[in-house]
Antibody, heavy 118, light 108 residues
Framework: EVQLVESGGGLVQPGRSLRLSCTASGFSFGDHALSWVRRAPGKGLEWVGFIKSNAHGGTTEYAASVKGRFTISRDDSKSIAYLQMNSLKTEDTAVYYC?????????WGQGTTVTVSS | SYVLTQPPSVSVAPGQTARIACGGNNIGSRNVHWYQQKPGQAPVLVVYDDSDRPSGIPERFSGSNSGNTATLTITRVEAGDEADYYCQMWDSSSDHRVFGGGTKLTVL
């Protein structure tokens, strides 16, 4: 079964850091780009950023709202992608999803909740 | 950056047809994808590349895209179709992914 499972969410104070993980199974992880998408309370889906496959350079792109604070990386040997979130703000409070990105997002994890609050 | 515009809400009676629009500048020249998200669940891809359906998605879901508007059409609407629907595309100029603001479909 093709699956993505996020972990690492929780309650964190503003200005602190948190790292989310996305563990894949059931498909060739290294062949695919991965995106992170979030949904804040009362808001719609927001694309956060993506990382291309290493065959395509492993490059990353980020939404303006998180650029310079968030970093996406991947470990193909473990089939895991990471979202390192620094300098967190209250407006980063959301459910974070990792997705298999083939320009369309055809596989989604169940999401992990991040709450930024003092 | 590219902007996709959706109506906040659409209401339809059971058995009728729902149409959800997604507006963007010359969106007809882009590939548009649609997602369904029910409360407490992850989004699900229901239409990709304007009009293709992933396996397991009912034929009642279809899409079209021309000019400045892409449209998701749901025929014979059921209570279980009540959800938030999002359009999405790839902005080639920035290599970013873009989501519309989402449309809440209410089944009366």
């Amino acid at each position: 079964e093709v699956q993505l499972v996020e972990s690492g969410g929780g309650l964190v104070q503003p200005g602190r850091s948190l790292r989310l993980s996305c563990t894949a199974s059931g498909f060739s992880f290294g062949d695919h780009a991965l995106s992170w998408v979030r949904r804040a309370p009362g808001k719609g889906l927001e694309w956060v950023g993506f990382i291309k496959s290493n065959a395509h350079g492993g490059t990353t792109e980020y939404a303006a709202s998180v650029k310079g604070r968030f970093t996406i990386s991947r470990d193909d040997s473990k089939s895991i992608a990471y979202l390192q979130m620094n300098s967190l703000k209250t407006e980063d409070t959301a459910v974070y999803y990792c997705t298999r990105d083939r320009w369309k997002m055809d596989v989604w994890g169940q999401g992990t909740t991040v709450t930024v609050s003092s | 950056s590219y902007v996709l515009t959706q109506p906040p809400s659409v209401s339809v009676a059971p058995g009728q047809t729902a149409r959800i629009a997604c507006g963007g500048n010359n969106i007809g020249s882009r590939n548009v994808h649609w997602y369904q998200q029910k409360p407490g669940q992850a989004p699900v891809l229901v239409v990709y590349d304007d009009s293709d359906r992933p396996s397991g998605i009912p034929e009642r879901f279809s899409g079209s895209n021309s000019g400045n508007t892409a449209t998701l059409t749901i025929t014979r609407v059921e209570a279980g179709d009540e959800a938030d629907y999002y359009c999405q595309m790839w902005d080639s100029s920035s290599d970013h992914r873009v989501f519309g603001g989402g449309t809440k479909l209410t089944v009366l």
